[in-house]
């Protein structure tokens, strides 16, 4: 028997807040931090390890986020979830991603269909079109070839897919996978549709209309801006536009596209990168092989998920050592710093990821809770990151936890030698340093110069970024993020919070305003 509980109610986090404080820099430091860096390190899946070396944590510490794990049932809850229950309270809907990409547990059927079948046949027919764009059986109006592919979507269909595609992007063209570019419009600042639109061969180009509800503001604003350029051109929009969208939602009825492919409501927008709407622009980008593979790298790491041990389960223990750092060490937000070029965006996604999903004042019956919830997150690439906000992280006032991610190896290889070092060296030293320096600290006479340490960190090292890799690593998120919910009793898959905004601009765009929101709307010129 399942129950939903809030995480102050739980014997164990209760205990859990009486267990002695790690001091880090201390447990770093000497031999005893060697010994750590080795022994705290728990495998992931394609060639990843999650290393909590430099987290705040000791074995006691660790029973009892054991403890906590096995209170709050989470390996109970995220099989109840991929065997179909209706997870997502305040839509009441299922919470199907994983299934985008693998078989977890039981068949599961809904809307009389086996979800399943009907993912993996949206997958088949878009590595079909895709495949026939490719060798130019579907061609433009002029039976061209098409080079470019455009997405439009916002949101979960914009961050995730675009992230997945620049990470993606160089191995492509390095192991002779790039098939086409790809492009992302979603601000519905016209600047931004425009730019794109002034970058590309718009008679050789493809547009992926991505929207799961159909009816995004931005997103059909954009799509009449992309028809509007494509006409002026003295092309027939329809021959190239195509559709992702759910097959409840407007426009999945609608001729106007070359073709449509449905993902549902079962899967959130911001969890949606492996299925359709990721899958149309990667596939088109870098075949559907590659996709395929994407794919293959989360379903592998889905598995150790549903691992009952936590040292076997890296996605379960970071989320646990999350909340430790949130509800027991009280800091307030968590950096996530990919020591990758290719991840530039990965940040920006889990941005959305994590904060859409976790940040909720009510449980997932609407009750308010009593402790805080999802932290705020953001992050840079490395060393980027190092030139710009490194200086709060290493000595302002608030502890900011982070999430380092490095891989061994570039992806383009091309690198040079500059004073007895790569590039790739370089990256990866810094990213070593930067661990022991938050951790350990250093002492100084100058309080200016002075390091406190004591400032937690984990790191995921791979060897490369690979479409495997990328999608094990993406699983790794999806899968904290949910665990995390499960521990605050919140439901991580609906985004209430984002509607208000939405209805005042809708008044503001209809001139019915009063108040505060007519003189804001008199100073912007609407
Ligand atoms: O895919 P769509 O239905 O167009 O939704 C796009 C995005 O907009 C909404 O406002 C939500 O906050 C996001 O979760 C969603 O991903």
Known sequence: MITWNNLDTLASFKELEGVKKVNLAEVMAGENGAERV????????????????????????LEGLKKLAEEAQLTEKFEALYNGEVINTGEKRLVLHHMTRGQLGN??????????????????????????????????????????????????????????????????????????????????????????????????????????????????????????????????????????????????KSDDYLAAFFMDDYIGGRYSSTSAVGGAVLSLAFGPEVFAQFLDGAAAEDKLATNKDVMQNPAMLDALIGVYERNVLGYPSTAVLPYSQALSRFPAHLQQLDMESNGKAVNRFGEPVDYVTGPVIFGEPGTNGQHSFYQLLHQGTDIVPLQFIGFKNSQIGTDVVIQDSTSQQKLCANVAAQIVAFACGKADENRNKNFEGGRPSSIIIGDQVTPESLGALLAHFENKVMFQGFLWNVNSFDQEGVQLGKVLAKRVLAHETDGALKVFSDLLNI
């Open 107 to 252: 068949a599961v059927e809904a809307d009389g269909v086996d979800k399943r079948t009907f993912y993996t046949e949206q997958q088949k027919k878009i590595a079909e079109f895709a495949n026939k764009v490719h060798a130019g059986e579907i061609t433009n109006g002029a039976g061209e070839k098409f080079t470019t592919v455009v997405q439009i979507g916002i949101g979960g269909s914009d961050l995730g897919p675009r992230a997945m595609y620049l990470a993606l992007e160089n191995w492509a063209k390095k192991n002779g996978k790039f098939k086409m570019e790809a492009k992302f419009i979603s601000n519905v600042d016209p600047d931004d549709a425009a730019a794109v639109l002034n970058s590309i061969d718009v008679a050789h180009s493809i547009f992926v209309l991505v929207s799961k509800s159909g009816t995004t503001l931005e997103t059909l604003t954009n799509e009449s801006f992309v028809k509007d350029a494509l006409k002026n051109a003295g092309l027939d929009a329809s021959k190239h536009m195509i559709a992702v969208t759910s097959e409840t939602s407007p426009l999945a």
């Open 38 to 61: 080795k022994n705290y390190s728990v495998p992931m899946a394609e060639g990843f390890a999650y290393n909590f070396a430099a987290k705040q944590v000791d074995d006691e510490v």
